[in-house]
């Protein structure tokens, strides 16, 4: 069960063009502003990253307005076990529930979650915060997270974990961001 205290959010390259190519790109862009509107109430960290911004373009601006002020961090890799400082910060943090989310699903995350989860964190990818320019390699990319090890939750499920009562303060602008 997820908790508060062990989690954190890792928000993978959701830039550019690419962002706007996926399955469903808005419902991915709404999904993952209510998940990172929500880890904000419920002060879980984030940690974001982008994949070559020069090339790929930044953070889609919705998402970027939303990850302040959390730092971001730059990679030439597809995962993101080779940026060294985001890796220390992670484990600075303290935290070892990861929810992951992003895009591509068969690549740039799947090959993340690979690294965390050989680096020792519990890895949830949230399946409906994840895309790939196809359904079938979003579905291979889960599939594989999953033979790894990586669980699968969703949104609304990873939020309504970390509530986990309706008599929690934080539980009405929860609801309020799902509904």
Request: overall charge negative; some cysteine; charged content about 15%.
């Amino acid at each position: 069960m997820l908790a508060r205290e062990h989690s954190a959010l890792v928000l993978v390259d959701v830039q550019g063009k690419l962002a706007q190519s996926m399955v469903d790109s808005a419902g991915l862009i709404a999904r993952l502003s209510a998940l990172i509107e929500g880890m904000k109430i419920l002060q879980v960290p984030i940690f974001w990253v982008e994949q070559y911004p020069q090339g790929l373009g930044p953070t889609h601006p919705q998402l970027h307005a939303l990850l302040q002020p959390f730092p971001c961090y730059q990679k030439m890799s597809f995962g993101i076990g080779g940026v060294p400082e985001l890796m220390s910060a992670i484990a600075d943090s303290g935290r070892h529930q990861l929810l992951i989310c992003g895009i591509e699903a068969h690549v740039c995350v799947y090959q993340s979650a690979r690294q965390l989860l050989s680096a020792g964190y519990d890895v949830e990818v949230v399946a409906d915060g994840v895309s790939s320019r196809t359904e079938q390699n979003r579905q291979i990319g889960l599939a594989k997270m999953q033979s790894l090890g990586a669980k699968l939750t969703s949104v609304e499920m990873a939020l309504f974990e970390l509530v986990a009562s309706c008599d929690d303060p934080a539980f009405k602008r929860i609801l309020g961001l799902v509904k």
